[in-house]
Nanobody, 132 residues
Framework: QVQLVESGGGSVQAGGSLRLSCAAS??????????MAWFRQAPGKEREGVAAITRSGAARYGDSVTGRFNISIDNAAKTLYLQMNSLQPDDTATYFC????????????????????????WGQGTQVTVSS
């Protein structure tokens, strides 16, 4: 059973940066999840795909964070990261880490898109608050 624990959330002013981490466990290196991703959910809004990455490092980003956020993975350490730069108040949300098997975006054919339906395992989330 894959277990995911997020950390690194906090409060920052607009324009600042944060780095989120997601520590994964419950599997051997040979059975690493094919896809890992970050999602976020603000109060009263739907869960939004932020970024996703394959086990080999191919990354996809949501339109609202492209150019500001960077997703990376350390397979040896079983840790997923999200570097968030130029943060804005609209980035305020609870950020969730997720993991799952290979799947494709039906519209684009892209592997491991940041689409929630493809992910089976979820962390509890970490809060990010950006003040203006």
């Amino acid at each position: 059973q894959v277990q995911l624990v997020e950390s690194g959330g906090g409060s920052v002013q607009a324009g600042g940066s944060l780095r989120l981490s997601c520590a994964a466990s419950g599997y051997s290196h040979n059975d690493s999840p094919d896809c890992m991703a970050w999602f976020r959910q603000a109060p009263g809004k739907e869960r939004e795909g932020v970024a996703a990455i394959t086990r080999s490092g191919a990354a996809r980003y949501g339109d609202s964070v492209t150019g500001r956020f960077n997703i990376s993975i350390d397979n040896a350490a079983k840790t997923l990261y999200l570097q968030m730069n130029s943060l804005q108040p609209d980035d305020t949300a609870t950020y969730f880490c997720a993991a799952g098997a290979f799947f494709r975006d039906r519209a684009t054919g892209n592997l491991c898109p940041p689409i929630a339906r493809g992910y089976n395992y979820w962390g509890q989330g970490t809060q990010v608050t950006v003040s203006s």
